[in-house]
Nanobody
Framework: QVQLVESGGGLVQAGGSLRLSCVAS????????MAWFRQAPGKEREFVAV??????NYAGSVKGRFTISRDNAKNTVYLQMNSLKPGDTAVYYC????????????????WGQGTQVTVSS
């Protein structure tokens, strides 16, 4: 089992920045591909960013504005979000996966409880 706890969400004005953190406990953190997803009201959960040992990949809507990183010594993955837009408003979830898929929620084994990000215009 892996437990994931997100933090760092909040209310920010458009153009502002936030950094989300996700601390993992339980099984070996480095065994897992770590990702961030988000879900806005009335919408499906969507992929935001993923990081393996050293490779990263981003959704087109956040590329160039968001940066995912991980600190294996602290069992923590981060999502630095810059130039935030109202369309980024959602609950953001951290996920851990060990299989081969990347972009779909069902390809991840463990999830955090989510942290709310609200961007005002």
């Amino acid at each position: 089992q892996v437990q994931l706890v997100e933090s760092g969400g909040g209310l920010v004005q458009a153009g502002g920045s936030l950094r989300l953190s996700c601390v993992a406990s339980g099984r070996t953190f480095t065994n897992y591909r770590m990702a961030w997803f988000r879900q806005a009201p009335g919408k499906e959960r969507e992929f935001v960013a993923v990081i393996t040992w050293s490779n990263t990949n981003y959704a087109g809507s956040v590329k160039g504005r968001f940066t995912i990183s991980r600190d294996n010594a602290k069992n923590t993955v981060y999502l630095q979000m810059n130039s935030l837009k109202p369309g980024d408003t959602a609950v953001y979830y951290c996920a851990a996966g060990s299989g081969g898929g990347v972009y779909r929620p069902l390809e991840y084994d463990y999830w955090g409880q989510g942290t709310q990000v609200t961007v005002s215009s």
